[in-house]
């Protein structure tokens, strides 16, 4: 499969604790996303990355929240000080060519804060 | 920022028969207006999608409309069949510093195709 893989597909743990989400885009995209869908929504936009760059973060991303992709290939999402309100899935997508503007998603991370 | 909304949020119809799902949007710099489908527990993918210099698309059974001056936009699926059974949602983006694409997503459809 030379789509999105994002690992783990699963995460529970409980409120306070440090988890990691790490996302695979397709091996020629060079602009990698993150979103976050809770139940019942549709995927909220939280960061952009150009290759290395980020370029852009939402409102939503509080300072418990860095995403990273150091090489501009993979990239990390890490959430700090998990509160249960952090619970959903946690979504990423990849692109390459402007004009198009397709975004190729990955199945996603759900992450349940207990 | 922009806004999407989309309606209904829910839609049975019988097998065979039309579907419409109908979605506005805020911001006049969007110029972008993908569909995506989401089946249960599984990645969102595109359907179709068309841009702001068009004012119709068609795909097969799928086909998307653009009123710009309205600014809004509808998507129309004929001859439902079961499998088109899914999360529809619709989503508008404007182009970001890089070029990339931020979209934002209406609240979704969840779409229920009747044998």
């Known amino acids: 499969d030379t789509g999105v893989s994002q690992d783990p597909r699963h995460k529970i743990t409980k409120r306070g604790q440090n988890v990691t989400f790490r996302c695979d885009p397709i091996s020629e995209h060079n602009r990698l996303y993150w979103y976050r869908q809770t139940l019942g929504q549709g995927p909220e936009f939280l960061t952009y990355?150009?290759?290395?760059?980020?370029?852009?973060k939402s409102r939503l991303l509080s300072d418990r929240f860095s995403a990273e992709r150091p090489k501009g290939s993979f990239s990390t999402l890490e959430i700090q000080r998990t509160e249960q309100g952090d619970s959903a899935m946690y979504l990423c997508?990849?692109?390459?060519?402007?004009?198009?503007?397709?975004?190729?998603f990955g199945e996603g991370s759900r992450l349940t804060v207990l | 920022g922009e806004n999407v909304e989309q309606h209904p949020s829910t839609l049975s119809v019988q097998e065979g028969d039309s579907a419409v799902i109908k979605c506005t949007y805020s911001d006049s710099a969007s110029n972008y207006f993908p569909w995506y489908k989401q089946e249960l527990g599984k990645r969102p993918q595109l359907i179709i999608d068309?841009?702001?210099?068009?004012g119709e698309k068609k795909d097969q059974r799928i086909a998307v409309t653009l009123n710009k001056t309205a600014k809004h936009f509808s998507l129309h699926i004929t001859e439902t069949q079961p499998e088109d059974s899914a999360v529809y949602f619709c989503a508008a983006s404007y182009i970001l510093t890089g070029g990339g694409n931020k979209l934002t997503f209406g609240t979704g459809t969840q779409l229920k195709v009747e044998l």
């Open positions: 068309i841009r702001s210099n068009v």
């Open positions: 990355f150009q290759n290395e760059a980020q370029l852009e």
């Open positions: 997508a990849s692109s390459l060519d402007r004009n198009t503007g397709e975004l190729f």
